[in-house]
């Protein structure tokens, strides 16, 4: 089991000890996407859709979601998050809409859960809302971008 923190010598899941670790800033990005048909597509980008804001709510649920992570994944510390930022982007020709989460603290362990729980929440409030018009959106590629802060630093080129 060596090299999987989340196992101890036996094999039993735990949770990792961080306690001795410095406090540093530690940020993440991660992005996702969400295809969706054309007429959904349509009505995000007209703001029609009968359920509201679309986009407004998704973003709310992201750094909702985002700051839950600890709740809804077993092994995750707790964390004291300084900063979540979500953005969105419409991808015409694609039919497509880009979620980019950033999650920062100071603290002990890193926040790339949270970035990228942040992300599948936002998406997934996108399906949510439009799930009326279009029930084949298909939630893909997502991947953390950038991990910065602790031991080592992270980025997708």
């Keep these: 089991m060596s090299g999987l ?86 991808v015409e020709t694609e039919h497509a809409v880009d979620c980019e989460c950033t999650a920062q603290t100071l603290g002990k362990t890193g926040v790339e859960m949270e970035a990228l729980t942040g992300v599948q929440i936002g998406l997934l409030t996108v399906y949510d809302m439009l799930k009326a018009i279009d029930k084949g959106m298909v939630i893909t590629d997502v991947k953390l971008l950038k991990k910065t802060g602790g031991k080592s630093d992270f980025t997708i080129k």
């Design 5 to 90: 923190t989340h196992f101890d010598q036996n094999g039993n899941a735990h949770m990792v000890d961080v306690g001795a670790k410095l406090d540093t800033e530690r940020t993440a990005v991660a992005k996702g996407r969400i295809l969706l048909g054309q007429e959904a597509f349509a009505v995000l980008k007209a703001g029609t859709s009968k359920k509201g804001d679309v986009l407004g709510v998704a973003r709310i649920a992201a750094i909702q979601g985002a700051k839950r992570t600890s709740d809804l994944i077993p092994l995750c510390h707790p964390l004291p998050l300084t900063r979540l930022a979500v953005e969105f982007e419409l």
